[in-house]
């Protein structure tokens, strides 16, 4: 009698995966880690200053602000470009 699952396998044009043969071409190592926050919440003590000095005085004088915040984010797992 013929195994069914590899006979299947076989007609299919795939050979039968031995175990822990998984493809490993589609395995990815050691991903990113995805931010736990959504980056609205993330970070609110830098986003308070930063949004308050820019109320007060303009974004051109709140660098320090801006960037201290794009750095909590960054630390948060955030990609975020710097727009300069």
């Given amino acids: 009698m013929r195994d069914v699952t590899n006979a299947s396998a076989t007609a299919l044009g795939n050979s039968p995966a031995t175990d822990g043969d ?31 000095c820019i109320v007060m005085h303009g974004e051109d004088a709140c660098k320090k602000w801006i960037n201290a915040h794009k750095e909590c984010l960054r630390s948060e797992g955030f990609k975020v470009e710097d727009s300069d």
Avoid: H, W, Y
Wanted: aromatic letters at 4%.
């Fill in 22 to 52: 998984f493809g490993s071409s589609n395995v990815v190592s050691n991903p990113a880690p995805l931010p736990k926050k959504k980056i609205c919440c993330a970070c609110p003590s830098t986003k308070r200053l930063r949004d308050e």
